[in-house]
């Protein structure tokens, strides 16, 4: 219900995160996602493959780019585990 007070939770442990626990480049992965996987959604939803229940933002939760630069992370992060 409150999507800017799960926006700023997911914004601050993510700062957290990427403060103490980054690699080279996390950042870019993370701003990458953060673009990359909102656009993907919009297009998405305008083509009506789906809809939010409570969009805040160009029809998208407010949450969501966060979110996605946290996936792209992870995706990274395993990706890491496999190549190494």
Do not use: C
């Amino acid at each position: 219900m409150n999507a800017v007070l799960l926006t700023a939770i997911l914004t601050m442990v993510g700062l957290i995160t990427i403060k103490f626990w980054h690699k080279k480049k996390d950042v870019q992965y993370f701003f990458a996602g953060f673009i990359l996987g909102p656009v993907v959604e919009i297009i998405s939803i305008n083509f009506g493959v789906w809809y939010y229940t409570n969009p805040t933002f160009l029809n998208i939760p407010l949450w969501l780019p966060v979110s996605w630069g946290f996936f792209m992370l992870l995706i990274r992060r395993i990706t890491d585990v496999f190549t190494e």
